[in-house]
């Protein structure tokens, strides 16, 4: 049964650091989103890539987030520097750009920001 | 300000009983619905959806009703088990676009 990969599943740092999440989609699919779960948000769109180009990043800071896909096995987002209220679960979603094809999710990264 | 919007942040049924958790929505525009269940340290996993073409659609033990006058849909678990304990998240897209807007979740928990 394919899954989507991410890694690292926990992150403990403090402020200041750089943090990298990385995703490896499912195979064949041409969409690759970026969630970050918090309490007060639920699961909140950072970014959104079809055919590694970036389509929508309008809910990520821009400041301290990036997101990339170098190919189209990996993707992924950085925040540098970090800050405690950066602390969330981030979630990597694949699929596939067919309409109403729902979303394959990854098992999160946890991260904390001492 | 949300668009989808989970009113109730927890739920508690017994088992064997109904579970009803329910999603409103403010877009006019969306008109593709989803639901997703999500257990502890794993991610959110496709569930069941519905068109607005469609009022009900039903699998198993799951089913959804959408209500477009009233912008409402609910999730119907008949009869509950206590697998079904996990937190729901209700989406819902438009026409052209791909990206689920999601609400923040409704945890429910299934006693035996």
């Known amino acids: 049964d394919a899954r989507v990969t991410q890694t690292p599943r926990h992150k403990v740092t403090e402020m200041g650091q750089e943090v990298t999440m990385r995703c490896q989609p499912i195979?064949?699919?041409?969409?690759v989103f970026w969630y970050r779960q918090t309490m007060m948000q639920g699961l909140e769109l950072l970014a959104y890539?079809?055919?590694?180009?970036?389509?929508?990043d309008s809910g990520m800071p821009k400041d301290r987030f990036s997101a990339e896909m170098p190919d189209a096995t990996l993707a992924t987002l950085k925040i540098q520097p970090s800050e405690p209220r950066d602390s969330a679960v981030y979630f990597c979603?694949?699929?596939?750009?067919?309409?109403?094809?729902?979303?394959?999710f990854g098992d999160g990264t946890r991260l904390s920001i001492l | 300000d949300q668009q989808v919007k989970q009113n109730s942040p927890s739920l508690s049924v017994q088992e064997g009983r109904i579970s009803i958790l329910n999603c409103d929505y403010t877009?006019?525009?969306?008109?593709?619905f989803l639901w997703y269940k999500k257990y502890p340290a794993e991610g959110p996993t496709f569930l069941i959806s519905i068109s607005s073409i469609k009022d009900k659609n039903e699998d198993g033990r799951f089913t959804v009703f959408l209500n477009k006058s009233a912008k409402h849909l609910s999730l119907h678990i008949v009869p509950s088990q206590p697998g079904d304990s996990a937190v729901y998240f209700c989406a819902a897209s438009d026409r052209g676009s791909y990206i689920p807007t999601f609400g923040r979740g409704t945890s429910l928990i299934v006693h035996p």
């Open positions: 979603a694949s699929g596939l750009d067919r309409m109403r094809q729902p979303q394959h």
């Open positions: 195979l064949g699919h041409n969409t």
């Open positions: 890539f079809r055919n590694r180009a970036p389509l929508d």
């Open positions: 877009n006019s525009m969306f008109d593709y």
